[in-house]
């Protein structure tokens, strides 16, 4: 069974799209969308239609009728807690994504468009490993704080992926392996992979874990409380600094490490000095993730763009070669993922569950 798989994955000012035929990809494209026409919207679910109508135009430009395609593929955005797997898209999930009841996130947007665009061509539409799935061991879950527990956040879609591709390099099933998984991009999570359950990750998208492009990490509580106070920030405005005004572009002014990696080719010592810490913060992740493992780990796997950068990727493999075999994985393998994921439910080789 080759049916036509359309993969539909936003961002924040943008969203990616791939069309499939079975396995095989016939375009994957990034579709831009003005920031000035986005805050139009009056906050990111009402973006729907928008994002919908770009999906639409591209595919027009391309001779692609909607109808041709059977299997519609969102990213999964803030749900509840769920283990990890391919889930069909129901009203519960389209209500809990719209009224933002687990977080708002373009993400979100996702399942809304691919069940629209679905129920039109009389198609099945799917998530799979949005990121809230969930598969922490009990331990893992308890924090300095009976009120906050540790949660789930993370890329679990990429880094379900590449460790499949890792467990393959080392002639094993995932669900045979303990591995490693750091997804290194604009947000960063390490994951520990005991056969095949995620039991123990930080959540990237509320500050832990090491500092980002674009994200602080974990600073200490009181640093970040003092601080807030000082500049009399607001909610919104101390979100913002957690999310988005931290990490390299904090210190260094950019969160491009192209223009970092050259400015260190140039001899600046201070990009050089932070670029380091970035990469020990991160090497401080993974290890932790090998003392979760009780050190009995297969592979450190390591993806996401930062990766392209050789000063980083050569300090941080340095770093945590002695932990496991380093695997690097520098293609984002999301939108494949998901096809691939649309197509075992689509052949019968796996069961789509239920939200």
């Known amino acids: 069974m080759n049916p036509r798989i359309l993969v539909i994955n936003p961002g924040s000012t943008s969203t990616k799209i791939a069309l499939y035929h079975g396995a095989r990809s016939l375009f994957e494209t990034t579709l831009r969308h003005e920031r000035a026409l986005l805050e139009k919207c009056d906050g990111v ?8 109508a770009a999906v639409r135009e591209e595919l027009s430009k391309r001779n692609m009728s909607i109808s041709e395609i ?22 519960k999930m389209i209500n809990d994504l719209a009224s933002c009841s687990f977080g708002e996130h373009a993400s979100n947007l996702g399942a809304i468009i691919a069940s629209r665009l679905a129920k039109e061509a009389k198609g099945k539409a799917y998530i799979a490993n949005p990121v809230v799935v969930d ?34 390099k080392l ?12 997804h290194i991009g604009g947000g960063i999570t390490v994951g520990a992979h005991e056969k095949g359950r995620v039991v123990e990750v930080n959540n990237g998208l509320e500050g832990d874990g090491s500092f980002t492009p674009e994200r602080t990490g974990g600073v200490t509580v009181m640093d970040f409380y003092r601080y807030a106070l000082a500049h009399k920030l607001d ?86 070669k002695w932990i496991a ?31």
């Open 70 to 91: 059977k299997i519609f593929m969102g990213r999964g955005g803030l749900l509840r807690p769920i283990p990890g797997g391919t889930y069909a898209i129901n009203q």
């Open 45 to 52: 679910m009402k973006q729907d239609a928008l994002r919908e």
């Open 235 to 320: 909610e919104n405005q101390a979100v913002s600094l957690v999310s988005r005004n931290g990490g390299l572009l904090a210190h260094l002014g950019t969160n491009d490490c192209r223009v970092i990696e050259e400015k260190i080719r140039r001899g600046n010592k201070k990009f050089a000095l932070v670029y380091a810490a970035f990469a020990y913060n991160v090497a401080k992740n993974i290890g932790s993730c090998a003392a979760a493992l009780a050190g009995k780990v297969d592979a450190v796997v390591l993806t996401g763009e930062v990766l392209y950068g050789e000063i980083f990727r050569k300090e941080l493999t340095r770093r945590v």
């Open 171 to 182: 002639g094993k099933k995932y669900e045979k392996c303990n591995l490693i998984v750091a």
């Open 135 to 168: 598969e922490l061991s009990d331990v893992a879950r308890i924090s300095g704080h009976p009120a906050m527990p540790r949660r789930s956040i993370f890329h679990a879609l990429s880094q379900k992926a590449v460790a499949q591709k890792a467990a393959a």
């Open 325 to 355: 075999p380093v695997q690097v994985f520098l293609k984002n393998s999301e939108m494949e993922a998901l096809a691939s994921a649309g197509l075992e439910v689509a052949s019968g080789k796996n069961k789509a569950s239920n939200y």
